[in-house]
């Protein structure tokens, strides 16, 4: 080949290498720019993802305390549910209670109700008992008053009456209260160791009973008395002891009263024996004073 054919050949193969240089060399600088262009994406994706990464974790953490809040507010909602049903059943139990108390109340308040219905009907009842018995007593009251006037209009009377063997020693008339007795020795009414009321004993008795046939509200009881001696050998076959010889002389002087008007129904006859003396038995005088007759007026049974 021509030298000039090579250089110009050489010479469009440089051209074309120089072109093509260029052009590698825009392509280069192309994806360089691209790839700094990346590079800067890359970057700011990553700090985005860092970011994002931070915001992720961040989220996490709340999310986790929001669940344990979630959580604690759950077992809050449950113990509250619990507690509520407690109640509600404390509730139901107290209304329940109530309605028993009520009940019980009301019932009490009826049973009170009655039963101060009644008090009142009791008082009411009580207060015309208690006036009633207050009259009563005022004519009780009234009537012992009668009664011991009545006595004492008798103890006057038979003082009166009896003076003579009073002031004797023969006989002793007592009154006190409404309650009077007469005492006499036994030597005025009795021989000695008889039991059968002799003449002047009964002169003596019917002073006695010309006052007390006019005590017609009284009992009359006679009472037999003696001393502590014994009774003699030649009288214990009647009279076996003091008792049966006090017992005689009273049934004796009783007797005599029924045959003298007095009512019998009115009558009584007591022996006493030894067992009541009023006098000392160690002396003589002692011993006369409990040798006696009592007529005593009682009440009637």
Not at 18 to 36: F, G, H, I, L, N
Request: neutral net charge.
């Amino acid at each position: 080949m021509p030298r000039k054919a090579v250089l110009a050949a050489l010479a469009a193969a440089l051209t074309l290498s120089v072109s093509a240089c260029s052009v590698m060399q825009s392509t280069y600088q192309r994806k360089v720019d691209e790839a700094e262009s990346l590079a800067g994406r890359y970057a700011a994706l990553e700090k985005k993802h860092e970011e994002l990464a931070g915001e992720n974790a961040a989220l996490k953490d709340r999310q986790e305390r929001l669940t344990a809040d979630l959580d604690g507010m759950k077992q809050q909602r449950d113990k509250m549910v619990t507690d509520l049903a407690y109640l509600t059943g404390q509730r139901d139990k107290l209304a329940q209670d109530r309605e028993e108390l009520n009940a019980i109340l009301q019932s009490r308040s009826d049973s009170l109700s009655q039963s101060v219905f009644e008090m009142r009907k009791r008082a009411a009842d009580l207060e015309e008992e208690n006036a009633k018995l207050k009259a009563e007593n005022a004519r009780l009251v009234k009537a012992r008053e009668e009664q011991v006037q009545k006595v004492s209009s008798t103890y006057e009377d038979l003082l009166e009456k009896m003076k003579t063997e009073v002031a004797q020693g023969q006989v002793a008339i007592s009154e006190l209260k409404g309650k009077l007795s007469v005492k006499m020795v036994d030597a005025v009414l009795f021989d000695s160791g008889k039991a059968e009321v002799k003449r002047g004993g009964g002169d003596i008795l019917r002073k006695v009973v010309s006052i007390l046939k006019g005590v017609k509200d009284k009992a009359i009881r006679i009472e037999g008395h003696t001393d502590n001696v014994q009774i003699s050998s030649s009288l214990a076959k009647r009279y076996p002891t003091n008792w049966e010889l006090s017992a005689a002389r009273a049934i004796n002087v009783t007797r005599f009263l029924q045959e003298q008007g007095i009512d019998a129904a009115q009558l009584s006859a007591v022996a006493y024996g030894e067992w009541k003396p009023v006098g000392d038995n160690a002396s003589p005088e002692g011993r006369a004073k409990n040798r006696r007759i009592e007529i005593n007026l009682v009440e009637r049974d």
